[in-house]
C-alpha cells in the first residue's frame, strides 16, 4: 500500500495494517512492534533528501518551517538544533519561498525537487551530515514494523530481506523507470546516500536519537527494547 506517511503510521497503529514501513520515530513512540531486522532507510551522513533550506548562516535563521507529517525529520531538526544551542521558532509550511530569515525543512522528492531547482539560491543544511557529525553513527528514517499480534512474524521479515536484496542488486533497472529525475543522479542517490541495513551501527544510532528525544522531552522517559524478527 502507498499512502502518506503519518497516514500508515496511523493505519499500522490503529490494526487496519499488519506490516508497513513506517518512521522510525512511530517505534520511538509506540515501541510494541516487531522489527524487521537487518533492513531500514537510512543514511551513514548526507542524506541529499533531508534538510533545511535556507540563506546565509544557519545560526542567523530566526523561523523554520516544518510539514507537521514530517515527525521524524522534524524531530531530528529539534534534537540537533538543541544540541548546537540554536532556538529558531517552528511554524507550518507555506507554499511561498522561505524570507531571508526564514527556512524550510523538505523532505523526500520534493526535497530532490527543490533543490535541483534553486541550487544557487539556498544553502542545504542535511540532517543525515550533521547528524553523523554530532554522533558519528548512521540514522534511521524508516523501519518495517509488524504488529504484535501477526503470527510468524519472521516469514514476513525473510520475504521483505529477500526483496531487499534482490532490489539492490536490480537497482540500475529499478531506476532505469523512474521518470523524474535523471537515471544517474538516482543511481547516485541510492548507491551514495542512502542505506537499506538495520545493524549494531544503525541500532546504535537509533537508540542514540531516543535518547535526544528524551532529552528534549520528545518522548517520555523509558527504556526501550528492539524486538527484531
Not at 104 to 111: F, H, K, S, T, V
Request: proline share 4%; with cysteine; net charge neutral.
Amino acid at each position: 500500500m502507498l499512502d502518506h506517511p503519518s497516514a500508515l503510521c496511523a493505519q499500522l497503529a490503529r490494526g487496519e495494517l499488519d506490516v508497513a514501513l513506517v518512521s522510525s520515530f512511530e517505534f520511538l513512540r509506540n515501541p510494541i512492534y516487531r522489527i524487521a531486522d537487518g533492513i531500514s532507510i537510512s543514511s551513514d551522513g548526507p542524506v541529499y533528501s533531508v534538510f533545511v533550506a535556507h540563506r546565509g548562516k544557519i545560526s542567523d535563521v530566526e523561523q523554520i518551517e516544518l510539514d507537521p507529517a514530517a515527525e521524524t525529520s522534524g524531530n531530528l531538526l529539534r534534537c540537533l538544533l538543541s544540541e548546537l544551542k540554536l532556538g529558531p521558532r517552528f511554524i507550518a509550511t507555506s507554499t511561498s519561498s522561505p524570507a531571508k530569515r526564514s527556512a524550510r525543512l523538505l523532505i523526500g522528492d520534493q526535497a530532490i525537487r527543490f533543490r535541483q531547482k534553486h541550487t544557487n539560491e539556498f544553502q542545504f543544511w542535511d540532517l543525515g551530515e550533521q547528524w553523523k557529525k554530532l554522533v558519528g553513527l548512521p540514522f534511521v528514517y524508516a523501519l518495517w514494523l509488524v504488529r504484535p499480534e501477526v503470527v510468524d512474524p519472521k516469514s514476513i521479515a525473510d520475504r521483505l530481506r529477500t526483496l531487499r536484496d534482490q532490489n539492490i542488486v536490480n537497482i540500475d533497472d529499478l531506476v532505469g523507470d523512474e521518470k523524474e529525475f535523471d537515471r544517474s543522479f538516482c543511481g547516485r542517490y541510492y548507491r551514495e546516500h542512502l542505506r537499506f541495513s538495520f545493524g549494531e551501527r544503525e541500532k546504535k544510532g537509533l537508540r542514540g536519537f531516543n535518547e535526544l528525544c528524551q532529552k528534549r522531552e520528545l518522548l517520555p522517559k523509558r527504556e526501550i527494547a528492539f524486538s527484531v524478527v
